[in-house]
């Protein structure tokens, strides 16, 4: 299930590329239900997409998701700090 959780992760890239970040989402969604090892990996690079693609609310339940699974990752507290003091 990994492999295949990194070949979506993969394609997921090819998608962001090419503009079709609903595409990318979906394949990064399904990366995480298949690789328990890298959730992380994977939130932070769904968290990027929905950023950029002004999904506030989506990216901030994916930074507590973050912040849940690594407690101590500054990255990940900063980040939703700044997203939850944008208006």
Do not use: C, W
């Amino acid at each position: 299930a990994a492999l295949i959780g990194t070949i979506y992760r993969l394609r997921a890239g090819v998608h962001q590329k090419r503009n079709s970040i609903d595409a990318a989402i979906g394949d990064l969604s399904f990366a995480l239900q298949l690789d328990g090892q890298r959730t992380l990996q994977y939130l932070i690079e769904r968290v990027r997409m929905l950023e950029a693609a002004g999904r506030r609310e989506q990216a901030i339940a994916d930074y507590q998701q973050a912040l849940e699974l690594s407690p101590n990752n500054t990255d990940v507290r900063n980040s939703l700090t700044r997203l939850k003091g944008r208006t």
